[in-house]
């Protein structure tokens, strides 16, 4: 009878100062028929000291406790409070290695042993064995276990374990500490707060995360999705110098389209991505003309990776095309009818710097690209030097009004008729003549070419 008091004793002590232990059978059922109490005990085990210091190399941390320890215990009712005889102990710990907890519970078997033990001079009957035994474990172990409180990793991968111990450690502080959301303006703890993306510690309540970035997706403001907190500097695509690292950058979201998964609905995270996809391309299409087009099959916008290369593939549906003619195929009977073309003002900007290696001219390429600026650039030089060739007195070429293609007379009146796109025109001012009566124009009194239908053929000069 009195041994069963004594460990209900023992135990309701042990229950009023360690509330997360569980014990089977529970105090209430202990009974003089009971052979056997069983239980487990969660607890965290603390430095004595000062914090315990993890070390890799070069790399240290401080830690101001070990957690997730569990201590399974088995007491032989009859044999209590023996603590050789009467109590069995398993320590679960994957912070501490094996061995060293094997060495731990010897030197706990050598004093609670002398200190249960009747024949001992240390022996007290009344002793709090388990209170006692637990209060050791949280308290007085780690210095046991690791001497002067320190612990020298042998691997990179244990050290990280014991870093996951103070991210954890700083976790629940903040969880407990109270945070401010700048968006409802009120206090919250951090637990009800989700940090932001951006780099800095920017923190929202989970509340106002849902509201605020759902209701800028579903206005379509994606450029308003990004850390509220943050300063924002709108990127100017002239400041570049190199395209693909531009499209890196622009096509780089302030919040990444991941961050929302699990926090904002389905449907939106797949708007948000898909509106900020063909927002950022619309925007580098007004810079780069020749960087962007949508899909001819599922309307998508496609970027092309490289402003020189003619053929552009859809990252959605995966079809490949020219960007110039939307074909997906050149060749002898499909060649390519369009070519890129260029403003007069951007293709005499780079003539003027062609030839040097300033940052204008790398702004230049990185929004045409090097391909388009010289094909364009030599064939705007050419053009330059028909237009003088044809201006030039005595000359005897004259350009098509329609197709533009350069003409040479070399017999017959001055009504022409362009061998490429059939227009026919007047040879000496370039006008396009009506089909109805092209002589029409030579026969006007009105006309600047009135009677001048033969001037200049060959054979006419007298």
């Known amino acids: 009878m009195g041994n069963i008091t004594k460990i209900k004793e023992d135990f309701q002590i042990l229950e ?13 059922l202990i009974t003089e028929d009971t052979r056997c109490i069983s239980g487990y005990f969660r607890f965290d085990m603390f430095p004595s000291g000062d914090d315990l210091t993890v070390s890799y190399k070069e790399k240290s941390i401080k830690l101001t406790k070990l957690p ?9 009712v009859s044999k209590y409070p023996s603590f050789k005889n009467s109590i069995i102990l398993k320590l679960n710990s994957k912070y501490i290695p094996e061995e060293k907890i094997i060495l731990h519970f010897k030197e706990l078997d050598d004093e609670f042993n002398e200190m249960t033990d009747p024949l001992s001079d240390n022996y007290e009957p009344d002793t709090p064995v388990m209170m006692l035994l637990f209060n050791q474990l949280m308290y ?59 780099g800095k510690g920017h923190r929202l309540c989970s509340s106002c995360i849902v509201s605020y970035y759902s209701k800028l997706i579903e206005e379509g403001q994606i450029s308003y999705v990004r850390c509220p907190e943050c300063d924002y500097h709108e990127v100017d695509l002239h400041d570049y110098t190199d395209y693909k690292i531009m499209v890196k950058d622009i096509f780089t979201p302030a919040i990444p389209f991941p961050f929302f998964k699990g926090i904002l609905l389905d449907n939106l995270c797949k708007r948000y991505e898909n509106l900020f996809h063909s927002q950022t391309a619309v925007k580098l299409s007004k810079h780069s003309p020749y960087s962007c087009i949508t899909c001819r099959k599922c309307d998508t916008w496609c970027v092309k990776t490289d402003l020189d290369e003619p053929m552009i593939r859809c990252h959605k549906c995966g079809s490949t095309f020219c960007f110039d003619c939307l074909h997906s195929w050149h060749g002898y009977n499909n060649s390519c009818g369009s070519k890129a073309t260029l403003p007069n003002d951007v293709l005499e900007e780079y003539i003027d710097v062609m030839n040097t290696d300033c940052d204008r001219k790398k702004k230049l390429i990185s929004a045409y690209g090097l391909k388009i600026l010289e094909k364009g650039t030599s064939d705007y030089l050419a053009e330059k030097m028909l237009d003088i060739a044809i201006a030039a007195e005595g ?52 006309s600047p070419c009135y009677g001048r239908l033969f001037e200049g053929m060959p054979g006419t000069e007298d």
Do not use: W
């Open 68 to 76: 997730g320890n569990v201590l399974g215990f088995k007491i032989d």
């Open 395 to 446: 000359s005897d070429l004259q350009r098509c009004p329609k197709c533009r293609v350069v003409v040479q007379r070399s017999e017959g009146c001055n009504r022409m008729r362009c061998g490429i796109c059939s227009t026919v025109f007047c040879y000496l001012c370039g006008n396009s003549l009506f089909s109805d009566d092209s002589y029409e124009h030579f026969k006007e009194k009105y």
């Open 140 to 198: 007085d172990s780690i210095d046991m276990i690791f001497p002067n409180r320190k612990i020298s990793c042998l691997s990179e991968s244990d050290f990280i374990l014991y870093n996951g111990i103070l991210n954890d450690i700083n976790q629940d502080l903040y969880n407990k500490s109270n945070h401010d959301c700048c968006i409802c303006i009120e206090t919250k703890k951090g637990k009800d707060m989700i940090e932001l993306p951006c």
């Open 16 to 28: 009023s100062m360690f509330p997360e232990v569980s014990i089977s059978p529970a105090i209430e």
